[in-house]
T-cell receptor, first 113, second 113 residues
Framework: GESVGLHLPTLSVQEGDNSIINCAYS??????FIWYKQESGKGPQFIID?????DKRQGQRVTVLLNKTVKHLSLQIAATQPGDSAVYFC????????????FGQGTTLQVKP | DAGVTQSPTHLIKTRGQQVTLRCSPI?????VSWYQQVLGQGPQFIFQ???????GRGNFPDRFSARQFPNYSSELNVNALLLGDSALYLC????????????FGPGTRLTVL
C-alpha cells in the first residue's frame, strides 16, 4: 500500500547549524509533496511544498529536495533556531482523484542553544 | 486573515456517546478534509468534502460521518465512541479538490473515557 516514512525519529542539532530531515515514499505515482511543522498542542503548519516535476524548491531558510529515482524527499533548514524545535512531517498526495495526503510518522527536531 | 478554525478545542466523552466536531475553512476555500492524529503518529485521512459532496473517504468505520454546508463549513460526527477514538481531530482546507496546499486548523482534542 501507499506509505510515507521518515528515516530518523529524532534529530538533535546545535543552534546555528543546518538541519536535514529525510523522508522516503513508496508511491511513484504521487505528484505532490509537502512538509509540515507541528508544535506541541497545535495543528500542522505548512512549511514548503514541491511538485513531482521539480527537483528542488527554496523558501525562506528552507529547501526541499525531491529525488524521484530513489523516492526520497528531504527538508533542509538553514541556520536552525530554537523556534524550529518541533515535529516535522512529510506528506504525499497519492494517485487517487482526491486531495488525500498520506503522512509519515514524523521526525522530532531538537535545537540545542 | 482568519485561518482554519475548529470547535471545540477540547472534548471529553464516555464510551458509547456521540460527538460532533466543527470546522470553518479559510475564506474562499471550497474543500475541507478531516484527519485523525493519534498521539505520536502522523495524521490519518478520514474524509474530504468539496462543494458539499464527499469526494474521498479513508479507512474508517461507518461510525464516522461528515457533511459540508453551503458556506463550506463542515461537521464531523462520530457515533458509539470507543476508547480508541481518543485523538486530535484536524480539519484542513484547500481552494479546490486537488488544490495543492492544505492548511490545517488547531484541531479538537477528543478524549474518550
Amino acid at each position: 500500500g501507499e506509505s510515507v516514512g521518515l528515516h530518523l525519529p529524532t534529530l538533535s542539532v546545535q543552534e546555528g547549524d543546518n538541519s536535514i530531515i529525510n523522508c522516503a515514499y513508496s508511491n511513484s505515482a504521487s505528484d505532490y509533496f509537502i512538509w509540515y511543522k507541528q508544535e506541541s498542542g497545535k495543528g500542522p503548519q505548512f512549511i514548503i511544498d514541491i511538485r513531482s516535476n521539480m527537483d528542488k524548491r527554496q523558501g525562506q531558510r528552507v529547501t526541499v529536495l525531491l529525488n524521484k529515482t530513489v523516492k526520497h524527499l528531504s527538508l533542509q533548514i538553514a541556520a536552525t533556531q530554537p523556534g524550529d524545535s518541533a515535529v516535522y512531517f512529510c506528506a504525499e498526495r497519492g494517485s487517487s482523484n482526491t486531495g488525500k495526503l498520506i503522512f509519515g510518522q514524523g521526525t522530532t527536531l531538537q535545537v540545542k542553544p | 486573515d482568519a485561518g482554519v478554525t475548529q470547535s471545540p478545542t477540547h472534548l471529553i466523552k464516555t464510551r458509547g456517546q456521540q460527538v460532533t466536531l466543527r470546522c470553518s475553512p479559510i475564506s474562499g476555500h471550497k474543500s475541507v478534509s478531516w484527519y485523525q492524529q493519534v498521539l505520536g503518529q502522523g495524521p490519518q485521512f478520514i474524509f474530504q468534502y468539496y462543494e458539499k459532496e464527499e469526494r474521498g473517504r479513508g479507512n474508517f468505520p461507518d461510525r464516522f460521518s461528515a457533511r459540508q454546508f453551503p458556506n463550506y463549513s463542515s461537521e464531523l460526527n462520530v457515533n458509539a465512541l470507543l476508547l480508541g477514538d481518543s485523538a486530535l481531530y484536524l480539519c484542513a482546507s484547500s481552494l479546490v479538490l486537488r488544490g495543492d496546499t492544505q492548511y490545517f486548523g488547531p484541531g479538537t482534542r477528543l478524549t474518550v473515557l
